[in-house]
C-alpha cells in the first residue's frame, strides 16, 4: 500500500503498520491520565505511533502520534524526507486546489445517533495532564461556513468535553473559526459547527494549515491528495461537507452568544493555559464507521507531535516568504523544542542589504520572534556551527535587531497587551560575515593537502566513525 490509496484514518494507520512506524497494544489505558503519560513518554523514545486497541471505559481504540515525525510526513505527503517541504509547496500551489465531491453516502454514516441518543461519554475520556480542566478530545477538525462570503473553513481545535452533549471549542474572534461564529452571532443567528475525527489524514494536516478567509483548507486537502476528496453532507448541517471516510462525526450548533467557561490546559508550549471562556457546541447527531478509532495527540510539553508539524509548516510559511526575498536562501532551520519561534537561516549574502532583505520577510512570520542570519558555509541545523558562527561573526553592537510591537501567536506567554492587542518583540542577529577585512575562516581556505587527508580518512572509516579493520 502507499498514501495514495490511504484515504481514511485505518489505512493511514495500516501503512504505518507496514512501515514498521505503528505499536498496537492490547493492553487496557486509561484515558485518564495514562493514555498521558504513556504517549508523553513514548514522545521522548523515537516517537512511534501508538494505536491503544483497548481503552478503559469505551469500547473506541485511540490512536496518536501518526504524524509526529518528518518521515511520516513525508509519507503522508508521498514526498522523500530530504525534499519534503520543497515538495510540500509544490503540492500545495494554488493552482491545484480543488472542491470535494459529493457523494450520497459514506462510511462515515455507518451509524447515527440523534438527539438525547447522543452521549458523548462513549468517546475515550482523556485527559492529558494533571492540571487539566477536564476531559479533552484533542485532534478532532472543526468544519464552518464564513456566513460573509459562504466559504468553508477547517481547523483543528482543543476540545473540552462538558456533557452528554455539549463541547467548548477553543478558538479566537481573530481565527477563521472564530471569525465565522462570530459573524454568525452578529446576525443573532446559530453557527453551525461539524467536528471530525479521522478520514482522510491529508485533510487533519490542510486543517493545521491557516489561509485566509477567502480560501477552504478542504480545498488545499484536494491539492495535496492530487485529486478532490470524497464528501457527504451533514444530517443536521445540511451545507456542510463532510469526509465521507472520517471515523466519527460530530454535528451541531452553536447558540448565539454561549461562551461558558474553557480551561486549563497543558499547552503546545510546555504551559497550562489559564481558563478563559470558549463558544459551546451544543452536539445533535453523532454519525460513524461501525468500528472507529479516534485519533487524538498529547500536547503540554514540547516537542510533541503539535510541535513537529507546525515547526514542518513554519518552515515551509518561511520557505514560501524567503523566496520573495530575492536573496539566495540555502538552508532554514526551526529548532525543535522552540515552538516554531526560532530560526536560523543560512544565506549566500551578495551585499549587505541581504540580511535586512531577509529580516524583512522572515518576522513578518507570525510566530517567528528570534532570528539569526548565517552564512551558507554554517550548518544551521548543528547547534556548535550555529554557536562557532555567532561567537565569530556577531557583534551585540552592530548585529542585533529588535523589532517591537509585533503581532503575537495566541499561546505566546510572553506576549505583552498593547493597546488591547497582544504583541511581542522580535529580535534578529546578523551572524554573518561582514566585508570589513576580517580575515577568510579556516574551513575556507581548505587546501588540496588537507583535502587529501580528508578522502583518506574518509576511506578507512566506516560509517560509524571507527576504523575499519584492514
Ligand atoms: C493538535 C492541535 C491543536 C490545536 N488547538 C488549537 C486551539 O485549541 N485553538 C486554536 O486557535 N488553534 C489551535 N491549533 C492551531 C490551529 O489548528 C491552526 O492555527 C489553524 O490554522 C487555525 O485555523 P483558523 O485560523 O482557520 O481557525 C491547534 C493545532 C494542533 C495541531
Redesign the pocket.
Known amino acids: 500500500m502507499d498514501t495514495r490509496n490511504v484515504n481514511d484514518f485505518q489505512a493511514w494507520l495500516s501503512l504505518l503498520r507496514e512501515s514498521g512506524e505503528l505499536i498496537a497494544t492490547d493492553k487496557s489505558v486509561d484515558p485518564d491520565r495514562e493514555l498521558g503519560a504513556i504517549s508523553r513518554t513514548a514522545l521522548r523514545r523515537g516517537y512511534p505511533a501508538l494505536l491503544y486497541q483497548k481503552v478503559a471505559r469505551s469500547p473506541i481504540p485511540v490512536a496518536v502520534n501518526t504524524m509526529a515525525t518528518r518521515r511520516r510526513l513525508a509519507l503522508l505527503i508521498g514526498a522523500r524526507e530530504e525534499s519534503l517541504i520543497l515538495d510540500y509547496l509544490d503540492k500545495c500551489s494554488r493552482s491545484r486546489y480543488c472542491s470535494p465531491v459529493i457523494q450520497d453516502d459514506g462510511a462515515c454514516k455507518e451509524e447515527k445517533a440523534f438527539g438525547r441518543d447522543v452521549d458523548l461519554s462513549v468517546y475515550p475520556q482523556t485527559v492529558w495532564n494533571d492540571g487539566d480542566g477536564g476531559v479533552y478530545f484533542?485532534?478532532g477538525v472543526v468544519r464552518i461556513k464564513n456566513p460573509e462570503n459562504g466559504k468553508g473553513?477547517?481547523?483543528?481545535?482543543?476540545l473540552q468535553v462538558k456533557d452528554r452533549n455539549h463541547i467548548a471549542?477553543?478558538?479566537?474572534r481573530e481565527?477563521?473559526?472564530?471569525r465565522a461564529i462570530w459573524k454568525a452571532w452578529d446576525k443573532n443567528e446559530p453557527a453551525q459547527v461539524v467536528i471530525t475525527f479521522g478520514g482522510d489524514p491529508l485533510y487533519t494536516l490542510a486543517?493545521?494549515?491557516?489561509?485566509g478567509p477567502d480560501q477552504d483548507?478542504f480545498e488545499l486537502a484536494g491539492a495535496l491528495k492530487g485529486g478532490p476528496l470524497q464528501a457527504v453532507y451533514g444530517d443536521i448541517c445540511k451545507h456542510i461537507e463532510i469526509p465521507a471516510h472520517s471515523e466519527i462525526v460530530m454535528e451541531g450548533l452553536i447558540r448565539p452568544n454561549m461562551l461558558v467557561p474553557e480551561g486549563p490546559f497543558g499547552e503546545?508550549n510546555g504551559y497550562y493555559c489559564a481558563q478563559d471562556t470558549a463558544p459551546l457546541m451544543e452536539v445533535q447527531a453523532i454519525t460513524m464507521r461501525r468500528d472507529p478509532v479516534m485519533p487524538a495527540?498529547y500536547?503540554g510539553i514540547p516537542p510533541s507531535?503539535?510541535t513537529v508539524?507546525?515547526d514542518f509548516l513554519i518552515e515551509a510559511a518561511l520557505t514560501r516568504a524567503l523566496s520573495k526575498s530575492g536573496v539566495d536562501v540555502r538552508k532554514i532551520h526551526i529548532p525543535p523544542g522552540s515552538g516554531g519561534y526560532h530560526a536560523i537561516i543560512a544565506i549566500r549574502k551578495n551585499s549587505e542589504g541581504d540580511v535586512r532583505k531577509v529580516t524583512r520577510f522572515a518576522v513578518a512570520v507570525l510566530s517567528l520572534k528570534f532570528i539569526v542570519i548565517t552564512d551558507d558555509d554554517v550548518d544551521v541545523s548543528r547547534q556548535e556551527e550555529l554557536y562557532w558562527a555567532l561567537s565569530t561573526r556577531f557583534s551585540s553592537e552592530k548585529d542585533l535587531h529588535i523589532i517591537n510591537n509585533m503581532p503575537a501567536v495566541?499561546i505566546d506567554n510572553t506576549a505583552a497587551l498593547n493597546d488591547g492587542k497582544r504583541t511581542v518583540t522580535k529580535m534578529v542577529l546578523d551572524a554573518t560575515r561582514k566585508h570589513d577585512g576580517s580575515g577568510a575562516s579556516v574551513r575556507e581556505r581548505r587546501n588540496e593537502r588537507i583535502d587529501q587527508y580528508l578522502s583518506y580518512l574518509e576511506g578507512i572509516l566506516n560509517v560509524d566513525g571507527e576504523l575499519r579493520t584492514m
Open positions: 484533542t485532534l473553513n477547517i481547523s483543528v481545535n482543543r471549542i477553543n478558538t479566537g481565527r477563521g473559526l472564530g486543517a493545521i494549515e491557516s489561509l483548507e503546545v495527540t500536547a507531535e503539535t508539524i507546525q495566541n
